[in-house]
């Protein structure tokens, strides 16, 4: 069964399409990679994916059922580390998220807890965002997403702004978060080494808003002479 | 150079403001000197000894304290009702195009215009009463406040619109949860602007209107001290407008910004 699917979408902004008859699956528990040069519209497949953006024409079905309005279900990773809330601490920023699906107090904290924990958070509850590296924030949207045990995560290049040691580092808790809570898992980079490595089914985007290649099978090589050519 | 404000860090600001403070009370001698010199009548310019004995009575007799207490008193009620008619309005005016673009130019027109030129008109409709006075504060404090506010809601970053759509927040828990604290600096710079500005207007006003309520406030005391041509009273009251308006902003406006926005590394 697909967790989500974008059905024949045609959308974009102030009338300028940047998706013309878009399709894609993603089953339940997979992870799919969409891979494309910068400005060819994975961030747009995200929004519509994550209804904030509604599709001049076309269709969302997440479980099976059309979907117009955003809901936690498909809950996006944005790439800004601004993306958490300043006013709240680390834990804070999580709790938030827990109480919008209504678990409120020791439960919470006690979920809350672990998910920092396995991030590696474990002491750093009580720091507001602005106390914490760009790595770090990151690893907190990650916990606030993960601890809402999502259908489906929408990744909107989550790891861009960080360097490539710490990137590195974060790929693989992420790897490692998806292979235990099994959510499905649509992600988007322009990176070529980040798609490698996140790995799944990597779809290659042209800079028309199309897919044109599938590759279940990464090899780095195959990807980027097929990336080189949406650069031309 | 005149400054350098990152020079030396805490230590020199703090010296910088010991300086300033040295500097504004060579004013009390100078005073003094000026008064003897030229021979000025007591009526005109009293002793700083004089001043400072009347300001003190009127501390421990309760008098000032009480009159202040009136004055924000009525400051408290018109800054509610302002910030009560701005919120109903940021979200109609979000909601409804309409209401949002009539506020707009409303702002544009109101948001210049001094309370005290709206006085005549306001003893013309609401007589010299505690409304008038409301009115003038609620004027004072709306727009300036409804322009801060709505330029916080619209700067709201995307990320945190978006991510409240994705936990399905609405309505009054958007509000609170995230329209609020998101548009924090600006309502704390609001806060300020509505207090200057009401603490002026009330002021203002009660020096036209008279005693606004039972006793009357700062600026009813500071005119009736001049009715009577108690000069020493009149610098008093000046003064405790002066400590009373200085405490607000320095002290009290002053932790509640440290308690958000720079806990939070909001402050721009």
């Known amino acids: 069964m697909n967790a989500l699917e974008l059905r024949s979408i045609v959308a974009g902004y102030d009338g300028a399409p940047v998706l013309r008859d878009f399709s894609l699956r993603v089953p339940a528990g997979e992870t799919v990679t969409l891979l494309g040069p910068s400005g060819c519209g994975k961030t747009t497949v995200l929004r519509v994916a994550a209804s904030f953006l509604v599709p001049v024409r076309g269709s969302v079905i997440a479980a099976g059922r059309e979907v117009t309005r955003p809901d936690r279900h498909r809950f996006m990773v944005f790439q800004e580390p601004s993306q958490l809330l300043p006013w709240k601490t680390v834990m804070g920023n999580v709790l938030f998220a827990l109480a919008a699906i209504d678990v409120h107090g020791a439960v919470a904290t006690a979920r809350a807890a672990a998910m920092l924990s396995r991030l590696g958070l474990a002491g750093s509850e009580n720091r507001f965002p602005h106390q914490l590296s760009g790595g770090m924030k990151q690893r907190v949207a990650l916990a606030r997403a993960f601890v809402l045990n999502p259908a489906v995560l929408l990744m909107d290049e989550p790891f861009a702004s960080v360097d490539a040691p710490r990137r590195r580092e974060l790929q693989d808790l992420l790897l490692e978060l998806v292979r235990v809570e099994r959510p499905a898992v649509l992600f988007v980079t322009h990176d070529l080494d980040e798609a490698v490595r996140i790995g799944g089914r990597i779809l290659v985007m042209s800079r028309e808003g199309r897919i044109v290649a599938e590759e279940r099978d990464p090899r780095r090589d195959r990807l980027a002479g097929l990336l080189a050519e949406q650069h031309r | ?268």
């Open chain 2, 1 to 268: 150079m005149w400054s350098n404000d990152r020079a030396g860090g805490a230590p020199r600001s703090r010296w910088r403001a010991i300086r300033a403070w040295i500097v504004i009370l060579l004013a009390v001698p100078a005073w003094e000197i000026a008064r003897r010199v030229f021979a000025v009548s007591p009526l005109l310019m009293p002793g700083i000894a004089e001043i400072a004995g009347a300001f003190f009575e009127g501390l421990l007799s309760g008098e000032l304290p009480a009159r202040a207490a009136i004055s924000l008193l009525f400051i408290g009620v018109g800054m509610a009702i302002a910030w009560t008619l701005v919120f109903v309005g940021v979200l109609l005016g979000a909601t409804v195009p309409i209401v949002g673009d009539v506020l707009d130019r409303l702002s544009a027109l109101f948001h210049p215009l001094p309370g005290i030129a709206l006085l005549p008109v306001v003893v013309l409709w609401f007589g010299v009463g505690p409304a008038a006075a409301l009115v003038v504060i609620v004027h004072s404090v709306f727009w300036p406040v409804l322009a801060n506010t709505t330029a916080g809601y619209r700067a709201i970053p995307e990320t945190w619109r978006l991510l409240a759509r994705n936990l399905e927040l609405r309505g009054v828990t958007y509000l609170t949860r995230v329209a609020i604290p998101a548009m924090s600096p600006y309502l704390i710079a609001a806060l300020r602007i509505a207090w200057a500005r009401s603490w002026r207007a009330l002021i203002s006003a009660e020096m036209v209107f008279g005693a606004v309520a039972a006793g009357g406030g700062m600026g009813w005391y500071i005119f009736s001290q001049r009715v009577f041509m108690d000069t020493t009273g009149l610098f008093a009251g000046i003064l405790f407008v002066m400590v009373i308006g200085s405490l607000v902003e320095h002290v009290v406006l002053r932790r509640v910004e440290e308690a958000t926005v720079e806990r939070w590394g909001m402050s721009t």
